[in-house]
């Protein structure tokens, strides 16, 4: 990994133990290289083989994105174990909307002083999250700044880059009234809107991270709030291929339904939206009943349980569907194309 | 207890304030972009083109890296104009030490609540410095967290990546005693020792940032603290494709000279500086002074003065020293090499 960053000890940091930390997470990040990359730890740049024979004309499609305010829970619960996940699924999700594959994924953590335990959780997490998807987690970064972070606070970032021919990018073709909008399952915030979610279930209603979920049985809010943003790499990328009246996928990130969707639609249609398609989750139902949020601010700051939306052209949306269903991933047609004006109605 | 009902932005984050700033920087922005560049703002993925018809066998460098604590001592002086740049040529100079060019830049700015004008203000930064090496500034993120960031704090991370043709990439060839080291100058600190600095220079001298700096007669701590990073690029790039017996470019960051030059070295030689070859900056000398602070931990915090160390052969050594000249960098020799381990002596 290239230049996990040095302190210097005046500042009450242990150069020490952050190199130990680095050699604790070696093993994990090597595991992720492959045959594309180039030269080992320790450059000032991480290199990778820029050579695509195999595509037409490559495009390399590339995000950076923070884990949000769920490090803050994560510290809570004392559980750092999904962030690393987190990041990476959320950058691998965003460039999958340019129908782009991983190709490499660099990490940053910020943080007041280095504790080595998140450190190593979250990095050998994101480690096992991009081995998943043959992403080469080929360098990182590391900043103890006392004073900028409040004391024991982290800030998670990843930049990923990805290449997609540019004859496969998305959104492409005609969106056209009817197509129809296939909502893909979340397992829960994701990595957006936590700064929300906290303020109603810690502040405004009093609860603990130990605290029951409200509507379940078994599950905490910690379980609710800590689980891992979803990957739909591997059961999306192969229906792109496969499908051509896929136009367009919609990572369902901070913004929600209603400002994400109209990123990957063209001008004169409309996403008609209609709720009762599915149930939001009991984290989504809890935030809503104990904050008196109204569904506009709910659509517009969470998921609500649709972590990814494809854009099909009517002919193929039962062949995606079954496909969707033996990658195991629940999905439900959610609405349909109207004319419009790349706008999103929720109903 | 608040009974009215919570939104995103009662929690603290505000955005369409976000997105009215995004929109006063997107000029400084698409001034960036060139001809590689396909897809505009608002894609989930930001898209550059990745063919490299002109090279033999393209490698793709990255690097991802935070300015640190200077932005505490941006906040104190309510300057954070040099930011953006700091980030930018940071990276550009990290990646430069493989011998790549930029192609592309990702920036991420976190805080505990936007301040538009310091956000404006580092993205244009940041865009001038991408501009003026030809690097499209293709990406970003804005986090806004309360909580975790201490109220009025930022932090900046940011994301390169540059393409260098395999034959030419550094290190490369064979290096030898008698080879030479040639020292590049800095203008300050650069990125890094900011928490040393500002400790030494704030907690124990009981300076303020407005306060003249000893030893000079027109500069306040401020305008020294806050030189934005040197960029290497446009004066070394064209020495490498220019001259063989350069073997290796080293980015003089965090560790110093003491740290950062090994990483360049084979592992049979060792790199002696000379100190008394040039006269560090005025601030490091009053850092040393004011904090007394041992010779050994300066050069393993701070650059120095030297902000970028070239290894060549002899025969070449005075070229390069003149091409430097005339394309306005203040170069010297500070050192060679002998036999050794890949180790450095600073005497």
């Given at each position: 990994m290239d230049e996990r960053g040095h302190s210097y000890?005046?500042?009450?940091?242990d150069i020490d133990a952050a190199q130990r930390s680095l050699r604790n997470v070696t093993d994990a990040v090597k595991a992720?290289?492959?045959?594309?990359?180039?030269g080992g730890i320790g450059g000032f740049g991480a290199m990778f083989s820029g050579e695509f024979p195999e595509l037409t004309k490559p495009v390399l499609v590339s995000s950076i994105d923070g884990v949000g305010t769920k490090t803050k829970v994560a510290q809570m619960a004392g559980d750092y174990s999904n962030l690393g996940r987190d990041i990476v699924n959320h950058c691998v999700n965003d460039i999958l909307c340019q129908g782009a594959k991983p190709l490499f994924f660099l990490d940053y953590f910020g943080c007041s002083h280095l504790d080595s335990e998140a450190f190593e959780s979250v990095v050998i997490g994101a480690a096992e999250a991009c081995a998943a998807v043959d992403c080469v987690l080929i360098g990182g970064e590391t900043a103890e700044m006392p004073g900028v972070y409040t004391d024991g606070e982290i800030d998670i970032v990843g930049t990923i880059v990805g290449v997609v021919d540019a004859e496969q990018k998305l959104p492409r073709g005609i969106q056209k009234p009817g197509d129809r909008i296939i909502g893909l399952a979340s397992n829960g915030l994701h990595t957006n809107g936590y700064s929300l979610a906290r303020k109603v279930l810690f502040d405004h209603a009093g609860l603990s991270v130990r605290d029951p979920l409200p509507g379940?049985?078994?599950?905490t809010i910690a379980d609710a709030l800590l689980a891992p943003h979803t990957c739909y790499f591997n059961a999306v990328y192969p229906l792109i291929q496969q499908f051509p009246g896929i136009s367009a996928v919609a990572h369902i990130t901070g913004g929600g339904l209603t400002d994400n969707l109209p990123r990957v639609l063209q001008y004169e249609v409309q996403a008609k939206i209609i709720k009762r398609s599915w149930t939001p989750l009991p984290i989504f139902e809890a935030i809503q009943t104990l904050g008196k949020v109204d569904d506009a601010d709910m659509y517009r700051t969470f998921n609500m349980g649709i972590g990814m939306v494809i854009v099909v052209d009517a002919d193929e949306a039962g062949s995606v569907l079954n496909a969707l269903s033996e990658s195991g991933v629940y999905a439900a047609e959610i609405g349909k194309l109207s004319t419009g004006s790349r706008d999103v109605q929720i109903v």
């Open positions: 000890a005046s500042a009450g940091v992720t290289y492959n045959a594309r990359t180039l379940t049985e078994d599950l």
